[in-house]
């Protein structure tokens, strides 16, 4: 039972385009949502997050909306760079992230083209 | 800055050994966490713990392992491994609240 789920496997843009990577949750209970970079060899490294009381939050060139209706979040990079270049994991968590349990999705590699 | 310490960085087991996987992090951190990624896929939660003392079950735990004794300390252990734990391992830490998980740099397991 996949409760994370990003359906695109992998995205390609051009430098300077947005860059748009979507997820998708079952569980209604999860209220904190987090996004991940990861290299090869590297471990993840936390972008952003996103509480269920808010619908959007930005930082820097990274935006996350939230859709909990639809539970759907969504991740935009603008301008997307050839750096960011990377494959990107969205994770959730329940009840502000006091449960412990931290669920990630199946990841979606992004390629920014120069 | 030390932040999350997995060691080894890799090894290769034969089929029925046994080990364990060292997790140490300096941020006085609560929760802790084991996550295994196969090729091409996503992060699976193993095992967490969200204080010295207590440990849950995540997503994959059949075949490991784990104890949280000290607030720095979260090893893994293998038993009897078998192909199927052929893996990245990574371990990560959090302090709680609105605030994201910080991840090691893996252990790359082959059982053989």
């Known amino acids: 039972d996949q409760q994370v789920k990003q359906n695109s496997p992998s995205l390609s843009v051009q430098e300077g385009r947005i860059s748009i990577l979507n997820c998708d949750y079952t569980n209604s209970m999860f209220d904190y949502f987090l996004w991940y970079k990861k290299y090869p060899a590297e471990g993840p490294t936390f972008l952003i997050s996103?509480?269920?009381?808010?619908d959007k939050n930005e930082d820097g060139r990274f935006t996350v909306f939230l859709n909990k209706s639809a539970k759907h979040l969504s991740l935009h990079i603008v301008p997307s760079q050839p750096g960011d270049s990377a494959v990107y994991f969205c994770a959730a968590s329940g009840f502000s992230g006091n449960t412990g349990k931290l669920i990630f999705g199946q990841g979606t590699t992004l390629q920014v083209k120069p | 800055n030390a932040g999350v310490t997995q060691t080894p960085k890799f090894r290769i087991l034969k089929i029925g050994q046994s080990m364990t996987l060292q997790c140490t992090q300096d941020?006085?951190?609560?929760?802790m966490y084991w996550y295994r990624q196969d090729p091409g896929m996503g992060l699976k939660l193993i095992y967490y713990s969200v204080g010295a003392g207590i440990t849950d079950k995540g997503e994959v735990p059949n075949g490991y392992n784990v104890s949280r004794s000290t607030t720095e300390d979260f090893p893994l252990r293998l038993e009897l491994a078998a192909p199927s734990q052929t893996s990245v391992y990574f371990c990560a830490s959090r302090p709680g609240g609105d605030l994201g998980a910080f991840f090691g740099q893996g252990t790359r397991l082959t059982v053989v």
């Open positions: 941020m006085n951190h609560n929760y």
């Open positions: 996103i509480s269920s009381i808010k």
